[in-house]
Structure formats: C-alpha cells, structure tokens
C-alpha cells in the first residue's frame, strides 16, 4: 500500500542537525527536478525579500520564512515526518506509533512538496516554504514542473498495490495515476454525515487517523475493494463508488458526525 499524504503549510523548526544531503533522498529519479527547485527557490530568497515573499504568497508576519529558504543548503535536518505539522500529522502522531507502525509508515507513507516532489516520512530535510500553488521565477507553476519526472518515477514506487490518495488538489496536479494504477487507487473525501458537505478542518483530522488506524491495525489491503472492508473493519463509516469506466479510480466517502 502507497499512502499519499500533503504536507503542512506550518513545519517545525529542524535544529542545528547535520544538512540537507539531496543524495539521500528517496525517489532518486526526481533528483534533477529537486535540484531546479532548490536552486531557484534558494536564489529568489537570497535576492529581494519582498518580491520573494509576494511569489511565495507569505503574509508580513511570515517574513522570516524568505530568510530560512535562502538558508536551505546549510541548515539543520529531521526526518519528514518530524518536520511536517498541522492538523493531519497531528491526529497521525506518527512519534507514539508502534516499532511496527513505524516500519509500515516508513514503507508507505509519501509526502508530496513543492520544493522537494515528493519524500519518504524517514528523509531528512530542512524546514522550508514552498507550496505546490507557487510560481517560481524560471520554472513556473510547480505543479507543473513536477508532472514529467513524477509520471516517470511513480508508477513504479507504487508496484502493484493499493495507493490510497489523501492529498489535497494543489498537490494531486503534480502527479494523476493513470491506466492500470489509476483502477488501483482510492481518493477519500470526508462528509458531515447529516448534511453530507465536505468539511476542512476536520477532514485533515479524519485523514490522519485513518492513516494511523491502518498502520496500527497491521492493515494491508490490496485493492480499493479490500481498503473499504478494512476501514469499515475498523469502525469507519464508508460509502464506495467503484469507476465505471477503465483506467479510473474508486471514489470513498467516509462520514463522520462531528466536524470540529
């Protein structure tokens, strides 16, 4: 099973740990797109603060955040999955996980980035500003940039499993399974069960620890018919609409009664 997750707009701060080594980094094949992005992103926050922080879309009280990516090469790494935040890294809580968990996290968890494509929740990376909505100066939309080396790399990260889509819309444009991987993939919206709206905050809350119940749970499911079983298993409410044509993906509404 491949999870894709979105990463969190707030990251923690990475210490004084060794640097970023790109080499390290998993998905090898999206080291040259890597390095496009770092280079430009890095160049863009050395020059003019202000016009850095109008591309980057960051308020005056997140000014502070052109100087940390224009240090990016030089500053301290954590793992991933101790760098991202937020609400569905949260409910995840991916330090109080199991040795167990944690070797399934390792294997299926992928965080996409606008900066980095996509990472292992084990890579080490500095914290960092880019979103994937972000047009950089001589790359253009992100989302695009990453559209050529993801359709490359991807589909082989994701074998022959179940890849189960969490990620947000900004960050589903860079990369859309496609043929036989696309009939393997579920995306998962979260409705208010009375109303049947979609919900924000509480949906990242629910995709997290849909997350966590899979991993603690040991499940493995192998298709989306199987994912569905196994979360209704797990005492989630599930409504699942199978594609009616090739090469489509299965469509998953989990309800839930409490949206905050």
Same mark, same amino acid.
């Given at each position: &099973?491949?999870?894709?997750? +979105?990463?969190?707009?707030?990251?923690?701060?990475?210490?004084?740990?060794?640097?970023l080594k790109p080499e390290s980094l $998993?998905? +090898?094949?999206?080291?040259?797109?890597?390095? @496009?992005?770092?280079? #430009?992103?890095?160049?863009?926050?050395?020059?003019?603060?202000?016009? #850095?922080?109008?591309?980057?879309?960051?308020?005056?009280?997140?000014?502070?955040?052109?100087?940390?990516?224009?240090?990016?090469? %030089?500053?301290?790494?954590?793992?991933?999955?101790?760098?991202?935040?937020?609400?569905?890294?949260?409910?995840?809580?991916?330090? $109080?996980?199991?040795?167990?968990?944690?070797?399934?996290?390792?294997?299926?968890?992928?965080?996409?980035?606008?900066?980095?494509?996509?990472?292992?929740?084990?890579?080490?990376?500095?914290?960092?500003?880019? $979103? &994937?909505?972000?047009?950089?100066?001589?790359?253009?939309?992100?989302?695009? !940039?990453?559209?050529?080396? &993801?359709?490359? @790399?991807?589909?082989?990260?994701?074998?022959?499993?179940?890849?189960?889509?969490?990620?947000?819309?900004?960050?589903?444009? #860079?990369?859309?399974?496609?043929?036989? @991987?696309?009939?393997?993939?579920?995306? @998962?919206?979260?409705? !208010?069960?009375?109303?049947?709206?979609?919900?924000?905050?509480?949906?990242?809350? %629910?995709?997290?620890?849909?997350?966590?119940?899979?991993?603690?749970?040991?499940?493995?499911?192998?298709?989306?018919?199987?994912?569905? %079983?196994?979360?209704?298993?797990?005492?989630?409410?599930?409504?699942?609409?199978?594609?009616?044509?090739?090469?489509?993906?299965?469509?998953?509404?989990?309800?839930?009664?409490?949206?905050?």
């Open positions: &099973m491949l999870v894709l997750l +979105p990463p969190s707009e707030g990251k923690a701060d990475a210490g004084r740990g060794a640097p $998993s998905l +090898p094949g999206l080291a040259e797109a890597r390095a @496009v992005v770092l280079d #430009a992103l890095v160049e863009l926050c050395a020059g003019d603060e202000e016009k #850095a922080r109008e591309v980057l879309g960051l308020s005056e009280g997140l000014r502070g955040e052109v100087g940390k990516n224009a240090g990016l090469r %030089t500053a301290g790494a954590r793992p991933a999955g101790e760098i991202y935040t937020g609400v569905l890294y949260d409910a995840l809580d991916l330090p $109080s996980l199991d040795a167990a968990a944690k070797r399934r996290a390792a294997r299926s968890l992928l965080v996409f980035s606008g900066l980095w494509g996509a990472v292992r929740v084990t890579d080490r990376i500095p914290s960092y500003r880019c $979103s &994937m909505g972000v047009r950089l100066p001589g790359i253009g939309a992100l989302g695009t !940039h990453w559209r050529a080396p &993801m359709s490359s @790399v991807l589909p082989e990260t994701a074998g022959d499993g179940l890849v189960l889509d969490l990620r947000s819309a900004a960050y589903a444009a #860079a990369w859309k399974p496609k043929g036989e @991987v696309a009939e393997r993939t579920a995306s @998962v919206r979260v409705l !208010h069960a009375p109303t049947r709206k979609v919900v924000s905050h509480f949906n990242k809350a %629910t995709k997290g620890r849909i997350v966590r119940s899979l991993l603690t749970d040991g499940a493995a499911p192998k298709d989306p018919a199987e994912l569905v %079983t196994a979360l209704r298993d797990l005492g989630y409410v599930v409504e699942a609409s199978a594609p009616e044509k090739k090469g489509r993906g299965w469509s998953l509404d989990v309800l839930v009664e409490q949206v905050h």
